[in-house]
Antibody, heavy 128, light 110 residues
């Protein structure tokens, strides 16, 4: 079965960086994209960016450009999200989510634009 | 990209139907039939309930249905049940591998 398992909670000081991992299993990692979504305490979901696990192409939310980097390690089927110059308003639960893909007969074709599997979330607290 | 607009809360009695709206712009909801809906219970990860506006993933109750008109998408829950009490978020593809989420709606079963 498809699983996305994320790394544990982090506490960071303002100005530091954090790197969250998301290990995928149960499917062909390079056939799907991964998005990262965060949720501040008591707030809604915020899309942060997307990475193709096939070729590493990325697209980041404009407000995070320059502070966020998303990468993948296809040898371990793991996606990473690094956020730099942390501020208190980066305190949130960070989720990885697999983007849909139309697959049939063992082959995958077009992207499908929704998130069908989610990681369990990683709490990142930024505090001095 | 501004968040899609949803009502903060919607409530209904067991067995009733409720509808949650999700209003975007001609750059997101209005341009693509690619709105998805997610259910989130407290402390849990979101769960996909509807994709491509009106399609249900395997395992999701047919009490959940979606539609779209112009720049507004809607999620209807019929035969409301206690287990439906949760937060609901819409999400639209917004072009160039980007997405935008809605502000979220808290559904209360009275």
């Amino acid at each position: 079965q498809v699983q996305l398992v994320q790394s544990g909670a982090e506490v960071k000081k303002p100005g530091a960086s954090v790197k969250v991992s998301c290990k995928a299993s149960g499917y062909t990692f390079i056939s799907y994209g991964i998005s990262w979504v965060r949720q501040a305490p008591g707030q809604g979901l915020e899309w942060m960016g997307w990475i193709s696990a096939y070729n590493g192409y990325t697209n980041y939310a404009q407000k995070l450009q320059g502070r966020v980097t998303m990468t993948t390690d296809t040898s371990t089927s793991t996606a990473y999200m690094e956020l730099r110059s942390l501020r208190s308003d980066d305190t949130a639960v960070y989720y990885c989510a697999r983007e849909g893909r139309y697959c049939s007969g063992g082959s995958c074709y077009s992207r499908e634009y929704y998130f069908d599997y989610w990681g369990q979330g990683t709490r990142v607290t930024v505090s001095s | 990209q501004s968040a899609l607009t949803q009502p903060a809360s919607v409530s209904g009695s067991p067995g009733q139907s409720i509808t949650i709206s999700c209003t975007g712009t001609s750059s997101d909801v209005g341009s693509y039939n690619l709105v998805s809906w997610y259910q989130q219970h407290p402390g849990k990860a979101p769960k996909l309930m509807i994709y491509e506006g009106s399609k249900r993933p395997s395992g999701v109750s047919n009490r959940f249905s979606g539609s779209k008109s112009g720049n507004t998408a809607s999620l209807t829950i019929s035969g409301l049940q206690a287990e439906d009490e949760a937060d609901y978020y819409c999400c639209s593809f917004a072009g160039s591998s980007s997405y935008v989420f809605g502000t979220g709606t808290k559904v209360t079963v009275l």
